[in-house]
């Protein structure tokens, strides 16, 4: 015997016996049920165990494995099923109607076989519809949220071994909308429900038969995930009660749109809880969860018997524990008329402490706060009041000629430069800007009434000159009588004795206008030149803008 016909004897028994034992140990599948119109091609499988591992046609016959399909007959036996003019065909181990018809209906079933097993398949029912659209009367439901990407497949195509161009899908029967096996919506919206058929042609001995399956697609609304909140209490709450008073405190909370079994809701009191409806002083009183609206809420009443006197200023805590959060709420009770005054003391001195830092802060910083708002919003109030100065300086000259020297150097030079150049005020310095000869006493009061301010350098006890002295007054007069000129005091020496000095002199020395020299006021960025220009009218440059 030729070696290579001994070995393929040898390699079919050993495995005609290796499927033959798994065939013999495979259990049934389930009763299937296959849905079709009439006209169309509908194969149906021969699906006999739940083996991972299809059979294999070819296996099955070179080891002398025979397939036969049954049809059931309503007597209760069932007929072999042998081809009818090529409409009915064995396909490896399917069984295809080219095309269907109606008494095509009835169960099916078929039977693999040898001379040492026969094991039959599970009982496969056909239901055959006169029906003249292409739709089915059998759907696939999918239901997708609105706003989500959705892929329709065609289902249970795997034993035809298809190219997916041939599929061509059409929604509610009439219109064609896609071709290819899956069909992508990127954005499902609610226009997009409906009856989806995919539609698959083949061909057979020059004819063309339709395999269809429909998917019924139905939306629904986006809904947000809902983590359980808890309405009451707050995480302190207080309530006045009365000794030996019945109580009751109610613990409430919503667990979202449906009732949420995994939550718990529950009261504790110093780490204990409580029996519930018991015969206890404090007990918990629950009640099954409640609807309001689109909403599942929950609510658990704390019931006091009478309050006892360590039931006070001792916090009850209700708890709600749920897989998305854990919660706590605490309700303390206070005796009636003995409320604990602490947090309002506490209240009341954090209100002093910030109103006297914020006292402090603006004492201190009022006039950078003011200069800085000025040039914020550029304010400027030189404009529109036929004023052509904005200050008037006058100058009390001492009896000694070195201090007097000092003082008009200081008035003359020091003062125009920063103010003038770097601020762009303008003065009148009588001694600078005055012709010389002309009447002091009616040029002085022409000028001061043509200032917006009085600046008055001060620096001793003692005045001489009397023209100053009348424009002093004069100036005085209108500043604070009149009220049409606002007066700034330069004090650029000490006075010792105040006394010595006019009464209006005297009135201005002690209120907010006066402004002291000393040492460190050189730079121009100095305390003292702030506050000449937070006591001058507001006028916007660029120099200041600057500064």
């Known amino acids: 015997m030729d070696a290579k016909y001994l070995a393929l004897i040898i390699f079919c028994y050993i495995l005609g016996r290796i499927q033959g034992c798994l065939i013999g140990k495979c259990f049934s599948k389930s009763p299937a049920r296959v849905f079709v119109t009439e006209g169309q091609h509908v194969r149906l499988a021969c699906n006999l165990c739940n083996a991972s591992t299809p059979l294999d046609m070819s296996s099955l016959q070179a080891c002398r494995f025979n397939i036969t399909w049954y049809k059931h007959t309503s007597e209760g036996g069932h007929k072999n099923i042998l081809g009818e003019a090529d409409r009915i065909t064995y396909e490896e181990t399917s069984l295809g109607f080219w095309p269907v018809f109606v008494n095509d209906t009835g169960s099916y079933s078929c039977s693999v076989f040898n001379r040492t097993y026969n094991v039959s398949s599970a009982v496969t029912s056909l239901n055959v519809h006169k029906y003249e659209r292409l739709c089915d009367v059998h759907f696939f439901d999918h239901v997708e949220t609105i706003g989500k990407e959705h892929k329709l497949s065609c289902p249970n195509l795997e034993i035809y071994n298809s190219n997916e161009d041939n599929i061509m899908w059409v929604k509610n029967c009439k219109d064609k909308v896609h071709t290819g096996n899956t069909y992508t919506i990127s954005k499902v919206e609610e226009k997009n429900a409906g009856n989806y058929t995919c539609v698959l042609t083949l061909g057979k001995d020059g004819m063309q038969y339709n395999v269809t399956r429909t998917i019924r697609l139905k939306t629904r609304d986006h809904i947000e995930p809902f983590i359980p909140k808890l309405i009451y209490p707050g995480r302190r709450e207080q309530i006045d009660v009365e000794l030996g008073v019945a109580t009751e405190i109610k613990c409430k909370a919503i667990l979202g749109y449906k009732n949420n079994e995994h939550c718990m809701l529950y009261w504790l009191f110093k780490e204990r809880d409580f029996d519930v409806n018991g015969e206890d002083p404090v007990y918990e009183s629950r009640k099954s969860p409640v609807r309001e609206g689109n909403r599942t809420y929950q609510i658990n009443t704390l019931v006091f018997k009478r309050i006892e006197a360590e039931h006070l200023n001792e916090p009850f805590?209700?708890?709600?524990?749920?897989?998305?959060?854990?919660?706590?709420?605490?309700?303390?009770?206070?005796?009636?008329?003995?409320?604990?005054?602490?947090?309002?003391?506490?209240?009341?001195?954090?209100?002093?402490?910030?109103?006297?830092?914020?006292?402090?802060?603006?004492?201190?910083?009022?006039?950078?706060?003011?200069?800085?708002?000025?040039?914020?919003?550029?304010?400027?109030?030189?404009?529109?009041?036929?004023?052509?100065?904005?200050?008037?300086?006058?100058?009390?000259?001492?009896?000694?000629?070195?201090?007097?020297?000092?003082?008009?150097?200081?008035?003359?030079?020091?003062?125009?430069?920063?103010?003038?150049?770097?601020?762009?005020?303008?003065?009148?310095?009588?001694?600078?800007?005055?012709?010389?000869?002309?009447?002091?006493?009616?040029?002085?009061?022409?000028?001061?009434?043509?200032?917006?301010?009085?600046?008055?350098?001060?620096?001793?006890?003692?005045?001489?000159?009397?023209?100053?002295?009348?424009?002093?007054?004069?100036?005085?007069?209108?500043?604070?009588?009149?009220?049409?000129?606002?007066?700034?005091l330069i004090e650029y020496i000490p006075i010792r004795d105040i006394t010595f000095l006019p009464l209006s002199l005297q009135l201005i020395l002690k209120s907010d206008r006066t402004v002291k020299w000393t040492n460190e006021s050189q730079p121009q960025n100095s305390y003292f030149w702030k506050k000449i220009r937070y006591l001058m009218p507001a006028k916007y440059t660029k120099a200041a803008k600057r500064s």
């Open 317 to 488: 805590i209700c708890k709600l524990n749920c897989p998305e959060t854990d919660l706590n709420g605490t309700v303390t009770l206070l005796e009636k008329g003995k409320r604990d005054c602490s947090l309002i003391f506490l209240l009341l001195f954090t209100t002093l402490a910030v109103i006297i830092i914020i006292a402090v802060v603006y004492a201190r910083f009022k006039i950078d706060l003011a200069l800085c708002f000025r040039d914020l919003i550029s304010m400027d109030e030189t404009l529109q009041d036929s004023k052509e100065y904005d200050a008037y300086v006058l100058l009390l000259k001492s009896k000694e000629a070195l201090i007097c020297a000092e003082v008009e150097a200081f008035a003359l030079k020091l003062l125009p430069t920063i103010l003038e150049q770097k601020f762009g005020y303008r003065l009148c310095i009588f001694e600078r800007d005055v012709l010389p000869g002309t009447a002091s006493v009616d040029e002085m009061l022409y000028y001061i009434n043509k200032s917006r301010t009085l600046i008055i350098i001060l620096c001793a006890e003692y005045i001489a000159n009397d023209s100053s002295m009348y424009g002093l007054m004069t100036g005085l007069h209108q500043a604070l009588v009149e009220g049409l000129i606002k007066p700034i």
